[in-house]
């Protein structure tokens, strides 16, 4: 659709295609949000055997095999766990949300006026999300805020609910905490709540640079709250690819130990183009798109932050 706009504001449609432009490929639609669907009986089937200690992933793949491959199935892992995760209703015993929220009224009251807490419920007024921050994270954020990590993959042995800290570097280059929060969810709404939760806390000053796992309701989130925050993605998941990109080569030992030695070792992005061109050279590594693409593309953002 073409659409022009006049001085006065109004929008004008010039022209209109119909038709698709492309071919379609209906073995892929049960990858959209709008065609997976999660029928009752097998909601029920998730949540009998949860309660009979058969983890996530056996649950899925028992399904996958019934269901004849993933190309017939209407939903992921991903949704399976989300799903659980919601039903459980954070297996919080009698009590113990209401102890949650005593004990932070206390810190903030008697102990630590600068600690800071929200609790989300739902429409149920049952307990959500929960984040908080003592003064020492607000304190060591003005500091060493400026490259935050976030991860989600701690979890809770007795809630089984997922566990994330902001985590900081201070001027020893030791780890500073600055937050945390217990999360119902992994999806967009629940990320985007925490963010937008720890920003207000950090009284609305967002980091330069953010490092998270590959997590696409992660990135959606931050790209919500914090538009102008750079997004690197975790250098160990992005390392973890190596053997799986790089074992066919024959002296694939060889390729790792250098490999390891440019990514971890260069002191700037000269000297790690210097010894990078160098390995390619070395190795004949000129046709692997995925070193020369996607490695290279994230080791030259981590040197930039």
């Not at 119909?18 to 073995?27: A, K, S």
């Not at 095999?65 to 766990?81: Q, S």
Request: aromatic share 14%; net charge neutral; hydrophobic share 40%.
């Amino acid at each position: 659709m073409n659409a022009c706009i006049s001085l006065d504001g109004t929008i004008t449609i010039t022209k209109l295609f119909l038709e698709h432009n492309h071919d379609l490929i209906p073995d892929k639609a049960h990858y959209f949000r709008s065609s997976k669907f999660l029928d009752p009986r097998l909601k029920r089937r998730l949540e009998l055997n949860d309660q009979a200690g058969i983890n996530v992933s056996r649950n899925f793949q028992s399904m996958v095999v019934e269901a004849n491959g993933y190309e017939n199935m209407t939903f992921g892992e991903k949704d399976c766990r989300n799903y659980i995760d919601k039903v459980r209703r954070l297996r919080l015993g009698a009590g113990d949300a209401e102890a949650i929220q005593n004990y932070f009224v206390k810190m903030h009251k008697q102990q630590n006026s600068q600690f800071y807490y929200v609790i989300d419920i739902d429409d149920k007024s049952r307990l959500r999300n929960v984040f908080w921050a003592d003064a020492r994270c607000r304190a060591a954020y003005e500091y060493f805020g400026e490259v935050v990590t976030f991860y989600t993959t701690y979890l809770t042995n007795k809630y089984d609910m997922p566990f994330a800290p902001f985590v900081g570097v201070n001027h020893h280059g030791q780890s500073v905490l600055l937050g945390c929060a217990l999360l119902l969810k992994e999806d967009t709404k629940s990320f985007t709540w925490l963010f937008q939760t720890w920003l207000e806390c950090m009284h609305g000053c967002a980091p330069n640079a953010i490092i998270t796992d590959q997590d696409r309701a992660m990135k959606n989130a931050i790209e919500a709250v914090f538009p102008k925050t750079r997004h690197r993605w975790c250098l160990w998941h992005i390392m973890k690819k190596v053997p799986k990109k790089l074992s066919r080569y024959s002296d694939y030992e060889s390729m790792k130990t250098l490999l390891h030695d440019v990514v971890y070792d260069s002191l700037g992005k000269s000297d790690f183009m210097e010894k990078w061109e160098r390995m390619i050279e070395d190795f004949e590594l000129h046709d692997n798109e995925w070193l020369k693409g996607y490695l290279m593309k994230e080791i030259v953002g981590f040197l930039h932050m």
